[in-house]
């Protein structure tokens, strides 16, 4: 069963689980099973995507009760004032702040503006060697997209070569390869922690939060209890 974080007449938001995708799609043809249909089962009637997650992000996901209402939430979305934040464990250790400007190519080639906060959270570094070093360093970050694209956070992070741990394949093959095999890991650890924006029906400020997912729980557990020094920020 689904985690429902918010409901009222207009909307419904859930927390995600990883591997799960949103709706149906072609270039997921192994997937039997989606958000908007295991909810529509749930709460016993239609609901409507108001954004996308990818199928490996957990997290806060938005639908809108009506089809009507979609609009009106994607908007209130767009403004300003709508805030989303993620939560990711990445390798090596993040700068303080990054603000991020660097387009990104579709793959039918179009060019888009991207842009995309980061902030670092907390260092971790583990008595694991790796690719020729005695540690292995990682740190948990806080990202906030300013722009909507495909995988933005994903592609950015892999630009400022700090990929996201169990990303395929905008990640660290190897880092993926030592997670799996030190510590039987293998799902990418992005997470929607929350999402902030004006209710368009309520006229109030709607402040969504989700849970990590015990995998992502778990790993943070392990860090924090190996890590040789940790950087609070």
């Keep these: ?40 089962d749930q709460v016993g009637f239609q609901v409507f995507p108001v954004h996308r997650l990818d199928r490996k992000t957990s997290g806060v996901l938005l639908f809108a009760t ?50 995309t906060n980061f902030k670092n959270i907390e260092h971790f570094e583990l008595p694991v060697p790796f690719g020729g070093f005695p540690t292995s360093r990682y740190s ?14 994903r592609k950015h992070l892999n630009h400022l070569r700090h990929p996201i741990i169990g990303d395929r394949p905008h990640g660290c093959n190897k880092q993926n390869k030592l997670f799996l095999e ?33 995998v992502f729980k778990g790993v943070l557990d392990m860090m924090n209890q190996n890590s040789i020094k940790t950087a609070s920020l």
């Design 182 to 214: 030190q510590w039987n890991m293998s799902t990418m650890l992005l997470h929607a922690s929350s999402l902030d924006l004006n209710h368009p029906f309520l006229n109030t400020t709607l402040k969504l939060e989700a849970e990590m997912s015990v």
């Design 140 to 153: 948990l970050i806080e990202a906030q997209p300013l722009t909507g694209r495909m995988h933005q956070i």
């Design 66 to 115: 009506q089809a009507e209402y979609v609009t009106e939430f994607q908007s209130s979305m767009q403004c300003d004032a709508a805030q989303k934040r993620y939560l990711a464990l990445v390798r090596g250790f993040f700068q303080d702040q990054i603000a991020l400007d660097y387009p990104l190519t579709r793959d039918d080639g179009k060019v888009q503006e991207a842009q």
């Design 1 to 40: 069963m689904l985690e429902i974080i918010y409901q009222d007449a207009w909307c419904i938001a859930i927390n995600k689980p990883h591997g799960l995708l949103v709706h149906r799609s072609s270039i997921a043809r192994d997937a039997d099973e989606f958000a908007v249909q295991l909810l529509r």
